[in-house]
């Protein structure tokens, strides 16, 4: 019997094709990031109960759905990196279709395909299609879940669909607390539309739901009682769902276009039409969970992310897009379809650099690098990975380690003062340093200490591989901009100095509070969004107080960065010398513009005497694809 397919189910094919072929690219020579090995070395067990214990409710802030998973799949395929992937990436598959038939059956096949388009090829959802965590498969049963209940408010009373909503709610629920929230809105919905002969029976759904929940519920307290992710997560701001629409189309120029071009058409054959009741579902299923996440992490504890808002990310495609006329020339559709495929595919791949960055994460490209380096036989080696994963790689590759003569596989929280003892013992003539972006950027400075030149520099995603040496060769990361006072006479951009200029250096006498003061305006430095300042601060401690060297930078009167650092923590000292390193990393800092100024002053808090010696303000690049996963990736501005 001969197949045919219509135009439709063709363009379909085509989107899931693309779909495929994305996710499939180079899939089997990705890395495991960061969080996947945390949920990876999670499966290393013996028992369900100590899966549970610790691998969940004390090292884990999501509900025991995905990792009891993987550690039953751990079991059958191994720590196998593609084998693990797999089912993430097929169910990131299997999304599209679901999101089209969702669309379909919500408004028109029109709807369903170009939301299906930002399915297959948006960053956003590839990305988490290739991580083994629960986004994807947070998106994918949440997405089972509302298909079956589309079937319910549709009037379809079929067993199977209460069976589909009951089974995928539960397991929605168990995959992520905001898959539960999801869940919870979703059932409620549910009670306004369903016919009122069914409210019966859809209640009963609901009280299954909750009873097969109840189980997770301590494990929910527990880990709701913890907190959110104050260490590293920091507070969003308002522009925060501005930034994530900005994400979802790429910073693109060209997305944002087509989708306006789209959304005009929709209001050109619908403004004078009511509202369905599936675009205004839409409107509360998105907006409802944004809310509550940016509330609780304005006023609580910050949880909220991108990763969070993905199990709603179809209804704000159908928010955008669900207007879309269904009696419109197929050719239009066709070339709107084609259009966007282009668009998204081209701008992933150029302007996102998303092979590269996703594809190239730190822990992987460390060990490689370094065997890669000639140095590396003589070279101190300093990495801010952890040694499982070190270990990890080792085994996997067979890779001899022998060949480091010094090695030190670190946490991500290393200190300074142990970064100065390694630095101080390194007999060395070279330094290899594999930084990320949690490690304090001052480590740096201190390697430049005693090994001042920068002769190889590998940026990566959140993360940067230096090697330095002593050798007077060219430094890469030399300062393009830089102001110095040796104190030995004054100068004009220096303000507040009541000082006493001696031989020896600048007297700060007791009882004066503040010292020098240097300000700059950035505007007309800045060669990029994501360029490095730097400040060191040399004087001589004779009463061992302490010193405190004030930072900050400001968008005309606001306030967008302030720090004071201790003489007492980050310094080294060379006899009765210290040093006060400060090392900003500007893509860390929210710019609104360039448009911005820095300031550096010297508080004399403890009011003692100390001899000022040189203070530096550097300007140097940065890594501009610091955080260019999930931020735009600007050129200089050169």
């Known amino acids: 019997m001969k197949l045919k397919f219509t135009f439709e189910e063709k363009l379909l094919s085509l989107i899931i094709l693309i779909g495929v072929v994305l996710r499939f ?56 990196e593609f084998l693990l992937k797999l089912p993430f990436v097929l169910m990131g598959v299997l999304s599209i279709p679901l999101v089209y038939k969702i669309g379909k059956e919500w408004f028109n096949k029109n709807v369903g395909l170009i939301s299906a388009v930002f399915i297959a090829t948006s960053q956003y959802v590839l990305t988490y299609s290739v ?64 016919q ?41 701001d308002l522009y925060f769902p501005l930034n994530y629409i900005k994400y979802i189309f790429h910073f693109s120029g060209w997305s944002y276009i087509m989708a306006l071009f789209i959304v005009f058409i929709g209001l050109l054959y619908s403004w004078t039409k009511k509202l369905s009741s599936f675009y205004i579902v839409s409107l509360f299923w998105f907006f ?71 594809y190239e994460t730190r822990h992987l490209q460390f060990l490689k690098q370094i065997n890669k380096v000639e140095q590396k036989n003589e070279a101190s080696i300093l990495i801010a990975n952890h040694p499982r994963i070190n270990d990890f790689y080792q085994k996997k590759y067979k890779w001899d380690f022998n060949y480091i003569n010094y090695f030190e596989g670190v946490s991500d929280e290393i200190e ?5 003892e390694i630095v101080k013992n390194s007999k060395q003539p070279f330094f290899i340093y594999g930084g990320q972006s949690l490690a304090k950027p001052e480590i740096v400075q201190i390697i430049q200490q005693k090994y001042p030149y920068c002769i190889s520099n590998k940026d990566y995603y959140a993360s ?65 969004r994501n360029d490095v300042l730097t400040v060191k601060l040399e004087f001589k401690d004779t009463l061992k107080k302490d010193l405190l060297l004030v930072t900050e930078i400001k968008h005309q009167e606001s306030l967008l960065y302030y720090s004071v650092s201790s003489s007492s923590d980050p310094n080294l000292k060379e006899g009765d010398h210290s040093i006060i390193y400060k090392t900003i990393e500007l893509s860390g800092v929210k710019l609104p513009s360039k448009d911005i100024s820095f300031t550096t002053y010297i508080w004399n808090k403890s009011k003692s005497e100390f001899i000022l010696k040189n203070y530096e303000v550097a300007i140097r690049k940065g890594n501009p694809i610091q955080y260019g996963l999930f931020e735009p990736i600007l050129e200089d501005y050169e």
Do not use: C
């Open 288 to 358: 409802i969970p944004l809310l509550i996440g940016l509330v609780y992490s304005i006023y609580v504890s910050p949880v909220i992310q991108y990763s969070m808002l993905i199990f709603t990310f179809p209804y704000f495609l159908f928010i955008v897009f669900g207007l879309y006329p269904a009696k419109i020339s197929q050719k239009v559709t066709t070339a709107i379809v084609l259009l966007l495929l282009l668009v998204n595919v081209s701008t992933l791949i150029v302007n996102r650099k998303h092979y590269q960055i996703l």
């Open 464 to 528: 940067h591989l230096y090697v330095f040496s002593k050798e007077n060769n060219n430094d890469l990361l030399k300062p393009y901009f830089i102001e110095t006072n040796d104190f030995k006479a004054s100068k004009v951009n220096w303000k507040n100095i009541e000082i006493d200029y001696e031989s020896s250096g600048a007297l700060l006498e007791a009882e004066k509070e503040w010292g020098p003061a240097y300000s700059i305006k950035l505007a007309t430095l800045l060669k990029h």
């Open 416 to 420: 300074l003062k142990k970064v100065e």
């Open 196 to 236: 009122k002969g069914q409210l019966g029976k859809y209640f009963f759904s609901g009280v299954v739901i909750v009873l097969l929940y109840l189980p997770n519920l301590s494990i929910f307290l527990s880990q709701l009682g913890q907190g959110g992710l104050d260490g590293w997560l920091g507070k969003p």
């Open 131 to 194: 991580i083994i965590r629960p986004y994807i498969s947070g998106l994918f049963l949440g997405l089972l879940m509302v298909y079956f209940w589309t079937g319910l408010v549709k009037g379809k009373y079929r067993v199977k669909n209460y069976i589909g909503f009951t089974v995928f709610a539960v397991l929605s629920a168990y995959n992520h607390h905001f898959g539960m929230l999801f869940t919870a809105i979703v059932g409620l919905t549910g009670l306004l539309l369903v």
């Open 25 to 80: 690219y180079h899939l089997y020579e990705m890395p495991f990031m960061h969080d996947e090995f945390s949920a990876l070395f999670r499966t290393r067990f013996d028992s369900f109960s100590e899966v549970i214990s610790i691998g969940v409710q004390e090292g884990d802030t999501h509900p025991p759905g995905v990792q009891v998973f993987l550690w039953l799949y751990v079991k059958l395929v191994g720590e196998n």
